[in-house]
């Protein structure tokens, strides 16, 4: 009765549920002090977004391993300064956490839930969906060099189809009215990424560190390939950069 | 389905919920548990949530359908690389006239031609919205081929002109399959207009740099949109391929901040990226379309306009010299997209050039 569709859509559930439950706070790699931090970050996404996020640290953090907690906001500034007025953004909150093993390996781990807002030409868009990311690598005296992997999904899509949208689907009868309409509404699954590449975090001066994700994506879909879909804006490649300051305990 | 697995789930969890907190009021590990099962409880009703939603290939929904899944649409079937498929095609003018073929090109359909049914006063005019683009039938990425899409246009022209020569015009990628059909069937031609086609052979694009502008608004929001809407399926890809008709990424207009109209119902997106990545290799451009176009001894006309990098004075450059006997038609004020650009201009060249009009004179 299932579908190979459904049964996909089961495992990507079911792993992430399974996810949930099995996370105990590992600690942040490199931050174990203060009660939060602030941190301000640069992206890839439309060539350049900038973000601004809060990390509150979970208490009962210890010599060897930390959790957080934090929220955000990512907005693409290039799109903004070229004044398209789409309110474009992306609100995040998660659970991050850590370990130091042997004073020497680390772990790190972080689940996201996101909410997007995003008009363009073809209608206004609003993606809810989840992100989870993980690291692996090696503490030196003060920072840290590793591997990432990061898994972005999105659950659903809410779409308002533009007039410009609309408008494909007039005059397809000559003298008559196609039986099919824009279906504005939530759609499933609209999209799957995989990104990965190699991360580096380090304290820089005082109360700031640096955390830096460089690497690839691969949209998980059979009609792009990994340079193909440059034509639609699906670039191969992710950057992220993020400044962390500490606040006072 | 989706509304009865959504009840069920919901119901279930609600159920359980009740049932797990009566059972464990006492229970000094109730906390824990209690939490442990408010997740559970959300995960669940997320699940049954997503799939109470649409699905992206649902036909109609976020692009419209093609032949296959409205059967109101005219559509033919026709046997290409050894597979039938369903096109959908428009047909004007008297069927004792000389037939005209009017190929759409790359990211469109027949919607942006449908003025040139004005020839169908001297000409049987057919369209059609070529396999894997438009409203017919998506296929595969093999279907795809040169040598298919060559194959189409034989296929079409034993269905609507058996035993009799056509006239053909091909615009952009499509003037690229022409100029192949001109080279291998060139007793079935009279006539051949290529509207703009882009190199025939690979040197011949070394001269055009600056074609591609990433700095573009509609590229940045093509990049935004990436993160929500991967082409999974043919709807995504054609729906999002839609936008790039108003991204300004390809530099072919006179004025990219201003960019011409183009209606389209629906584009075929794979089809571009198939037939793109078929003339590249290792990042550089690949191929020779140019063997065998000798062979044909017919009028060709080539059509380019003045702001296009494969306009008038690419075509008369490096295509004119590749046929017998071929002439070049510029169209002024008029990027690629010639029809919506400079109808008028096309229009009186066109008429021109074909011969049911030189006759009538």
Redesign the interface.
Known sequence: MLTNKLNNNIVLWAAMILAMPGLRAQPATIFRDGSGYLAAGLESDAFLSTSLAYYHLVPGSRDNRASMLHAGIQVPVLLAFKGEGNHAFRLDAGYQWGGIYRERYCVDGRLDLFFMNHSAVLGTFRPVGAELNGAAGFRFRRSFLGIFCKWHHVLATHVTHSDYSKESYKEIIPGGISGFVPMDGWFSNTASMIGYGVRYSSPVRGRMALNVDIGAVNHLSEFTGMLDAMMIGQLPFMLEMKLFYRLQK | MNSDLFILLSTTSIRDFFLFIRLDMDNQNNDVQMK?HY??IT?AL??S????????D????????TVDE?P??PSIAISVGGHQRLIHY?VFGDSARPVLFIMHGSLSDM?AYLPLQELAERYRVVMWDQRGNG?SERVSKEELSFECMVQEISRVKSHFSPGRQISILGHSWSAVFVARYLAEYPGEVDQAILMEPFGLKDAFMESLDGMLNLGT??????????????????E??D??????L??G?RDYFCDCENLPDW????VG??A??TW??GILEK?RYRYDFTVGMGEFDGEVLLVGSECSPVGYAFQEEFHAGLFRNAAVLRIQNSGHRIITENYPSLINGLKEFLNAYKQAE
């Open positions: 442990f997740m559970i995960a997320c699940f949530g997503i799939f109470s939603c649409t699905k992206t649902e036909p109609g929904a976020l692009v419209p359908a409205d109101g649409l428009r919607r409203l608004s509609g590229f940045m929001n093509m990049m935004y949109t990436s993160s929500y809407l991967t082409p999974r399926d043919h995504i890809l729906f999002r391929m839609l936008a790039t108003r991204s990424v209606p389209v119902w629906r997106g794979y571009l990226l793109e990545s990042g």
